[in-house]
């Protein structure tokens, strides 16, 4: 017999049936409840929209292009998010389960502080931001500002996803800049392509065992990097200086970072 599990969401009432399609999910709730919308993997099959850039919009505000949003994710990161897929991608991982995001020219362009605002919409709980692709650092301007954008406004907790991985990062900020802003103004980046082979054993955040949760709040305070274990112990920090953040750059480049639990 197959296991169904219910989850009841205390903050926003919706009920999530785990382990049976939709066609049955629809007669299990017969009118008891509203009618069932199918998820993958726990977040919307079909994301949000926004209005795109008018042309005016794109000269004139730095934009980004997406392929849509979402609230209410428990899958991407500690608590519950608000998530956005960043449009385009370079690396086409072999499994991938967002292949519609690969596409530079897909998607649409949305000035990031409207972009900003809808993440923020305060009808919606959140404990933070999760910027997922597609490849964020694809567009690393564009993120740098809307990751600002947020700052700017209040946002706690900010999260990115990227298929590279940390030590490539850095190297690749010594040509974009804007990547190492990035890594050194949000709080955690979970890192590395997704594996197929690897998936049996990905985490509560991740696709597959090689993707890493990188604490990049400890990681700019310890001087080393800090990979964490998921959970509620992955907490906001303060960024720390420019200086600091040069000093781990340069330990990154040198190969001179050791990993060690968060504490």
Not at 197 to 206: C, E, F, H, N, S
Request: net charge negative; hydrophobic share 40%.
């Amino acid at each position: 017999m197959t296991e169904i599990t219910w989850v009841l969401d205390p903050a926003t009432g919706e009920t999530l049936l785990e382990g049976v399609e939709r066609k049955d999910a629809e007669c299990l709730v017969g009118d008891l409840l509203p009618p069932p919308q199918e998820l993958f993997c726990a977040v919307p099959v079909t994301p949000l929209h926004l209005p795109a850039a008018s042309a005016d919009e794109i000269e004139r505000d730095v934009c980004v292009r997406i392929a849509g949003y979402y609230h209410n994710s428990l899958i991407e990161g500690p608590g519950r998010r608000s998530s956005v897929l960043f449009q385009g991608c370079q690396l086409h991982c072999v499994g991938c389960a967002a292949e519609n995001t690969w596409a530079a020219d897909g998607g649409y362009l949305i000035p990031v502080d409207r972009l900003a605002d809808a993440l923020l919409d305060p009808a919606f709980e959140r404990d933070g931001i999760s910027i997922l692709g597609g490849e964020p650092m694809f567009q690393p301007d564009g993120l740098l500002a809307l990751v600002r954008a947020l700052r700017c406004q209040g946002c706690p907790h900010l999260l990115v996803y990227s298929g590279y991985t940390y030590e490539r990062l850095w190297r690749l900020a010594q040509m974009q800049p804007a990547i190492g802003a990035v890594l050194g103004e949000v709080d955690v980046l979970i890192d590395g392509p997704f594996i197929t082979a690897l998936a049996d054993r990905g985490g509560p955040w991740t696709g597959s065992r090689n993707q890493r949760v990188i604490d990049l709040a400890a990681t700019r305070h310890a001087g080393r990097l800090v990979v964490a274990t998921p959970g509620p112990r992955v907490r906001s920090r303060a960024p720390t200086s420019a200086s600091s953040r040069l000093r781990h750059q340069h330990l990154a480049e040198a190969g001179g970072i050791r990993s060690s639990p968060a504490g």
